[in-house]
């Protein structure tokens, strides 16, 4: 899973592959975001010479500490070709202000290290 951070937003992406939105839930309890989900998965295969069969689960979880400035009421999540993506919204106040400063150099005109 990769999580960043844009000036509006958190942004959780989990590579799902195999899976379908339906296997995947994304739940809040408090404070606390968790990603969940079920893979479950038979082939069979079969002539009149052999047969194969073959089984694959696996299931996983992950949660994550939701900080304060997210709007928890307004977590989007979409699922998209084994992408999941949940864009977690700031509070206004969390939004950062960029400030520009200006960088000088030293009196002699040579950059100081």
Same mark, same amino acid.
């Given at each position: ?13 989990? /590579? ?5 939105? =339906?296997?995947?839930s ?11 989900? /079920? ?5 069979? /295969?079969?002539?009149?010479?052999h ?5 694959y ?7 994550f ?13 979409d ?5 999941? =993506? ?20 030293g ?7």
């Open positions: 899973m990769d999580v960043s951070e844009t000036k509006d937003n958190f942004v959780i992406k989990a /590579e799902l592959p195999g899976m379908d939105d =339906k296997d995947v994304v739940t809040i309890s408090g404070d606390v975001l968790t990603i969940k989900g /079920e893979k479950e998965k038979e082939e069979e /295969e079969k002539d009149e010479h047969y194969r069969a073959e089984r689960y696996g299931s996983f979880q992950r949660s500490q939701l900080p304060n400035s997210v709007k928890a009421d307004k977590i989007e999540a699922f998209e070709k084994g992408i999941l =993506k949940v864009t977690l919204p700031k509070v206004e106040e969390a939004k950062k202000k960029e400030v520009k400063i200006k960088v000088k150099t009196k002699t005109g040579q950059s100081t290290k």
